[in-house]
């Protein structure tokens, strides 16, 4: 079975930093593609970023270009987002979530809160 | 930058048909995705390339992209298809997310 389980959300301060996780099971992770996707209380779904199976190929939302980094551990089954100068709008649900075909996403994990407030 | 637009709401009486529309003026060349979600819980996948149906979701969802348009269709519609539904799609190096379109089943 399939499964994606993020983890590293939290309260945090205007300017700080945090890093998620996202660890993945059920599946051969080193051969798919991975995005973050937010969503923030009560609003839609917002792309983040996404990482290709061996890292080559990333690209960020302009949103969060810049201060955000994805990366991955294909040894350790594990996506990363490191954040910093995390601002009130990027208080949300981050999801974690596997490519499929023509990009799309056939598997989310359930989400990790991210509040950024002082 | 490119962009989809889907309506807030959409309502449609139980065993009829719901057609929820995605536009954009790019949409030709690109692949259309479609998501449900549920309050409280994650998006779960239910058309990808345009009109492709992933296993486990029902017969009754269907997809269309006529190039300006991309729509879901949902037949015989039951009040568990209630839901916030939205579309996707990729452009060059970046994803794009409709704002989303609550069905509502009355």
């Known amino acids: 079975e399939v499964q994606l389980v993020e983890s590293g959300g939290g309260l945090i301060q205007p300017g700080g930093s945090l890093r998620l996780s996202c660890a993945a099971s059920?599946?051969?992770?080193?051969?798919?593609?991975m995005n973050w996707v937010r969503q923030a209380p009560g609003k839609g779904l917002e792309w983040v970023s996404y990482i290709s199976s061996s890292s080559s190929v990333i690209y960020y939302a302009d949103s969060v270009k810049g201060r955000f980094t994805i990366s991955r551990d294909n040894a350790k089954n594990s996506l990363y987002l490191q954040m910093h100068s995390l601002r009130d709008e990027d208080t949300a649900l981050y999801y974690c979530t596997r490519d499929s075909s023509g990009f799309s996403y056939d598997y989310w994990g359930q989400g990790t809160l991210v509040t950024v407030s002082s | 930058s490119f962009e989809v637009t889907q309506p807030p709401s959409v309502s449609v009486s139980p065993g009829q048909t719901a057609s929820i529309p995605c536009s954009g003026d790019k949409l030709r060349h690109k692949y259309v995705c479609w998501y449900k979600q549920k309050p409280g819980q994650s998006p779960v996948l239910v058309i990808y390339?345009?009109?492709k149906r992933p296993s486990g979701i029902p017969e009754r969802f269907s997809g269309f992209n006529s190039g300006t348009t991309a729509t879901l269709t949902i037949s015989e519609t039951q009040t568990m298809d209630e839901a916030e539904y939205y579309c996707?799609?990729?452009?060059?190096?970046?994803?794009?997310f409709g704002g989303g379109t609550k069905l509502t089943v009355l």
């Open positions: 059920g599946f051969i992770f080193s051969t798919y593609s």
């Open positions: 390339q345009n009109d």
């Open positions: 996707q799609a990729w452009d060059s190096s970046s994803v794009v």
